[in-house]
């Protein structure tokens, strides 16, 4: 599996792509406070799908 940040290495479970976007210093927790819901509708972008059997 690839590194959600750097694609050029593996995925080494580091956790530096659960680090919250506005205080590097915490894991996300899904708070969605780095979200801007000033629209009447949100729209993300899926890159792909980690799925438990995935993982080594």
Do not use: V, W
Request: glycine share 2%.
């Amino acid at each position: 599996m690839r590194c959600e940040i750097d694609d050029l290495k593996a995925c080494d479970d580091c956790g530096d792509c659960d680090t919250c976007s506005l205080d590097p210093q915490k894991h996300c927790d899904n708070c969605e406070k780095c979200l801007d819901f000033s629209k009447a509708y949100e729209t993300i972008q899926i890159d792909k799908i980690i799925l438990e059997t995935d993982k080594p």
